[in-house]
Nanobody
Framework: QVHLVESGGGLVQAGGSLRLSCAAS????????LAWFRQTPEKEREFVAA????????YYQDSVKGRFNISRDNAKNTVDLQMSSLKPEDSGVYYC????????????????WGQGTQVTVSS
């Protein structure tokens, strides 16, 4: 089991960049698929990006491809989300999540969640 804590959110103008970080404590970090989801009051929690411990691949929601990059450091027990060319529709609470399964885009498959960090992109 891992405990996740996000940081790095904030207010940024459209076109700007932010880097979110998620630090994990606990055992077995390298055996978890790690993901970022986001949520707004108008939408259900949606998948943003993931890095699979099984395949080693990264996965992205179509709307963030080419703008966001997910990276993990198993030595430091961290997973980061570098966000560039931000748009107002990228605003929301971003959550870090972990699971040991294979369905990387399905929120209900994730067993561990952080508390979330707010990202606001102004137009």
């Amino acid at each position: 089991q891992v405990h996740l804590v996000e940081s790095g959110g904030g207010l940024v103008q459209a076109g700007g960049s932010l880097r979110l970080s998620c630090a994990a404590s606990g055992r077995g970090f390298s055996s978890y698929t790690l993901a970022w989801f986001r949520q707004t009051p108008e939408k259900e929690r949606e998948f943003v990006a993931a890095t699979s411990w099984i395949s080693g691949n990264a996965y992205y929601q179509d709307s963030v491809k080419g703008r966001f990059n997910i990276s993990r450091d198993n030595a430091k027990n961290t997973v980061d989300l570098q966000m560039s060319s931000l748009k107002p529709e990228d605003s929301g609470v971003y959550y870090c999540a972990a699971q040991q399964g294979i369905r990387v885009v399905v929120a209900s498959e994730y067993t561990e969640w952080g508390q979330g960090t707010q990202v606001t992109v102004s137009s």
